[in-house]
């Protein structure tokens, strides 16, 4: 079946623009991670969904950043008034989360966010 | 919350050598636990995983046991290849019950021929 879809694969902006990033998640999973990893560095937690609910928003980096899920499946992750530390590779995963314990997570490609 | 110790990198290994990445980890609860492998230019994808103390995950002659006693989970193989080359994320659940994955900061290997 499908995997985790991202988009765009590579933006783009120059500093001040807002941007939006979308992850499609594998149908039926019910968890959703978005993380951020800088390069040569490891993995960011930036927030997590159960559902549409945000459990665990903790990773934001600032009020900048804020993502939304809607239906249960699709997630937007926005960042505002871009800056040049906000370049990065922005990953998606989602994960059955029906067990009541952590399960695989699937990872999507990724977005290369770059800020001009 | 689980947090991660993973051995820093990077790690340098001629070709058929042995490989052991250590990765300890504090748990509350006994987690599912992850070893996630990021290749050049490719997004991350499970390794393996073992779901219970003792037991022992393997894939593509990489293996971990999951080691209560000592909360470690280090990551083995007995004849790295230069297609091993890749980052290597050990990731245990952020706590008991949670759907949440504390990622280690990742070890580079390069392997040589």
């Known amino acids: 079946g499908a995997g985790v879809s991202q988009s765009p694969s590579n933006k783009v902006t120059e500093k001040g623009k807002d941007v939006e990033l979308r992850c499609d998640p594998i149908s039926g999973h019910t968890a959703l991670y978005w993380y951020r990893q800088s390069l040569g560095q490891g993995l960011e937690f930036l927030i997590y969904f159960q559902g549409n609910s945000a459990p665990d928003k903790s990773g934001l980096p600032s009020d900048r950043f804020s993502a939304e899920r809607t239906g249960g499946s699709v997630s937007t992750l926005t960042i505002q008034r871009t800056q040049q530390e906000d370049s990065a590779v922005y990953l998606c995963?989602?994960?059955?989360?029906?067990?009541?314990?952590?399960?695989?997570?699937?990872f999507g490609p990724g977005t290369r966010l770059t800020v001009l | 919350g689980n947090s991660v110790t993973q051995m820093e990198g990077p790690v340098t290994l001629s070709e058929e050598a042995f490989l052991t990445i250590n990765c300890t980890y504090t748990a509350t609860g006994y987690p599912s636990l992850f070893w996630y492998v990021q290749y050049p230019g490719e997004g991350l994808q499970l390794l393996l995983k073992a779901t219970k103390a003792d037991d022992k995950g393997s894939n593509k002659g990489f293996e971990a046991t999951y080691r209560k006693e000592t909360t470690s989970f280090h990551l083995e193989k007995g004849s790295v290849q230069v297609s091993d080359s890749a980052v290597y994320f050990c990731?245990?659940?952020?706590?008991?019950?949670?759907?949440?994955?504390?990622f280690g900061k990742g070890t580079k290997l390069s392997v040589i021929p």
């Open positions: 995963a989602s994960s059955p989360a029906a067990s009541g314990r952590a399960d695989t997570q699937y």
């Open positions: 990731a245990p659940p952020k706590g008991a019950g949670s759907y949440q994955l504390t």
